[in-house]
């Protein structure tokens, strides 16, 4: 993705790589560090382990690690979204809360997202994030406009004029 949407140099772009690559590490292991040790300290503190400790470890954890709103801490809470929602109803259908599906919904769910997202995309680009705004841009807009086969294997954007 950086080397498809991001201007800069070679140099700058594999900067920017290291660079999220790091944080989001080093942000993950912060997070475990934190998780576990509030875990184990309430287990301590009350002699035995409750589900309840679980969530107000990840939640503190989840504030202190994950909370700045920046790029990288972005992807990571939407990939967790859709993964927390996925298993909820999961989770739903085994509790008996929603009832059993008589035929897949996968195929239902896909076409309400995409539905969604490229209504969004169309008419109200700036509520998505960013990086998926360049995404679609890069496909649905850009790809209006080629200019030889290169578009098809490198960035699709004329270089200025020197």
Same mark, same amino acid.
């Given at each position: 993705?950086?080397?498809?949407?991001?201007?800069?140099?070679? !140099?700058?772009?594999?900067? +920017?790589?290291?660079? +999220?690559?790091? &944080?989001?590490?080093?942000?993950?292991?912060?997070?475990?560090?934190?998780?576990?040790?509030?875990?184990?300290?309430? +287990?301590?503190?009350?002699? =035995?382990?409750?589900?309840?400790?679980? $969530?107000?470890?990840?939640?503190?954890?989840?504030?202190?690690?994950?909370?700045?709103?920046?790029?990288?801490?972005?992807?990571?809470?939407?990939?967790?979204?859709? !993964?927390?929602? $996925?298993?909820?109803?999961?989770?739903?259908?085994?509790?008996?809360?929603? #009832? =059993? #599906?008589?035929?897949?919904?996968?195929?239902? @769910? &896909?076409?309400?997202?995409?539905?969604?997202?490229?209504?969004?995309?169309?008419?109200?680009?700036?509520?998505?994030?960013?990086?998926?705004?360049?995404?679609? &841009?890069?496909?649905?807009?850009?790809?209006?406009?080629?200019?030889?086969?290169?578009? @098809?294997?490198?960035?699709?954007?004329?270089?200025?004029?020197?």
């Amino acid at each position: 993705m950086t080397f498809l949407f991001r201007s800069g140099s070679l !140099r700058e772009k594999l900067r +920017a790589i290291l660079q +999220a690559t790091y &944080t989001h590490s080093r942000n993950l292991a912060c997070f475990v560090f934190t998780y576990k040790g509030l875990c184990a300290l309430q +287990a301590h503190m009350q002699g =035995e382990t409750y589900q309840v400790h679980s $969530f107000l470890a990840a939640f503190i954890g989840g504030l202190l690690v994950f909370g700045a709103n920046n790029n990288i801490n972005s992807q990571i809470n939407m990939y967790l979204l859709s !993964r927390a929602l $996925f298993a909820l109803c999961r989770l739903g259908v085994e509790k008996g809360y929603i #009832p =059993e #599906p008589r035929w897949d919904p996968f195929p239902l @769910f &896909t076409g309400l997202l995409w539905g969604l997202v490229l209504w969004l995309f169309e008419y109200h680009q700036t509520t998505l994030q960013p990086s998926l705004q360049s995404s679609m &841009t890069y496909l649905y807009q850009d790809s209006n406009v080629w200019h030889d086969i290169s578009d @098809f294997l490198l960035y699709n954007k004329s270089l200025p004029s020197k």
